[in-house]
T-cell receptor, first 114, second 111 residues
């Protein structure tokens, strides 16, 4: 069975601090995709990144970076120099192959204080 | 370019009633998925439609049904509403099984 665990329920940081959101997944599939989504108070899930299981190269996009390690089944997300606008709930998700059926974690609520 | 749109924004129903939620996918997308998100939880996959057929289904009872129209828009129907059906219902669209883009959701409250 597939499962995504986000052990951090809530994180609070002060603006400009770096913060890492943890994501651990379980799957028996060899081909799978991992995702991160941001959900601001408005409720709409905002797509951040998709990574397939064959690509362990880390990725950086502005202040965002992702570390994918198959050896530990982790796909962690780091925000550098956090800003108040980063405050939201962040979800890690997994899909089998490229089916589009997403299995979400419980989410991590990030609060960035000014 | 309009993103995924959903209607209505909010809805209040009573137990036993039926409800229909609507979704228009992002322009150019052909696949629509529906998710249920209870308060404080991650979204749960309900089902996915492609070419007007249900392609995949999650662990939801038959009270949850759907439809996709030739223009790719979709409806989610829930019959015999229960209090536990109160949630945010999210629609997501994609093209050719690529990343899904989500709509703002419909907040359903069952009294």
């Amino acid at each position: 069975a597939q499962k995504v665990t986000q052990a951090q329920t809530e994180i609070s940081v002060v603006e400009k601090e770096d913060v890492t959101l943890d994501c651990v997944y379980e799957t028996r599939d060899t081909t799978y995709y991992l995702f991160w989504y941001k959900q601001p108070p408005s409720g709409e899930l905002v797509f951040l990144i998709r990574r397939n299981s064959f690509d362990e190269q880390n990725e950086i996009s502005g202040r965002y970076s992702w570390n994918f390690q198959k050896s530990t089944s982790s796909f962690n997300f780091t925000i550098t120099a956090s800003q108040v606008v980063d405050s939201a709930v962040y979800f890690c998700a997994l899909s089998k192959g490229n089916t589009g059926k997403l299995i979400f974690g419980q989410g991590t609520t990030l609060q960035v204080k000014p | 370019d309009a993103g995924v749109t959903q209607s209505p924004t909010h809805l209040i129903k009573t137990r036993g009633q039926q409800v229909t939620l609507r979704c228009s996918p992002k322009s150019g997308h052909d696949t629509v998925s529906w998710y249920q998100q209870a308060l404080g939880q991650g979204p749960q996959f309900i089902f996915q439609y492609y070419e007007e057929e249900e392609r995949q289904r999650g662990n939801f009872p038959d009270r949850f049904s759907g439809h996709q129209f030739p223009n790719y828009s979709s409806e989610l129907n829930v019959n015999a509403l229960l209090l536990g059906d109160s949630a945010l219902y999210l629609c997501a669209s994609s093209l050719d099984k690529r990343e899904e883009f989500f709509g703002p959701g419909t907040r359903l409250t069952v009294l």
